[in-house]
């Protein structure tokens, strides 16, 4: 059985960090691509960033600089560091895995940022 779940999501003021946080389990990890993408109320889920097998990183315009992700292959799981949230970055954020022509989401993890 495939889980991805997410942790370290909560409220922050604008300005302020979080990291978030998705294990996995039931996959071969390391070989999979992994995305974090975001959904705000009314609008479409969009890619935040992602960090293939290999390592390679790409991140959406909006959170370049601000945002990282990094991947621990040991410990399953995938990272992002949120840093300078601004009031535009709220939303429920997801982890997706992605191999071949399988594709895995996560629960979501909500992300509030007000002062």
């Known amino acids: 059985q495939v889980q991805l779940v997410e942790s370290g999501g909560g409220l922050v003021q604008p300005g302020g960090s979080l990291r978030l946080s998705c294990a996995a389990s039931g996959i071969i990890f390391r070989r999979y691509a992994m995305g974090w993408y975001r959904q705000a109320p009314g609008k479409q889920r969009e890619l935040v960033a992602s960090?293939?097998?290999?390592?390679?990183?790409n991140y959406a315009d909006s959170v370049e600089g601000r945002f990282t992700i990094s991947r621990n292959n040991a410990k399953n799981t995938v990272y992002l560091q949120m840093n300078s949230l601004k009031p535009e970055d709220p939303a429920v954020y997801y982890c997706?895995?992605?191999?071949?022509?399988?594709?895995?989401w996560g629960q979501g993890t909500q992300v509030t940022v007000s002062s």
């Open positions: 997706k895995g992605s191999y071949n022509f399988e594709n895995y």
């Open positions: 960090i293939a097998s290999g390592g390679i990183t």
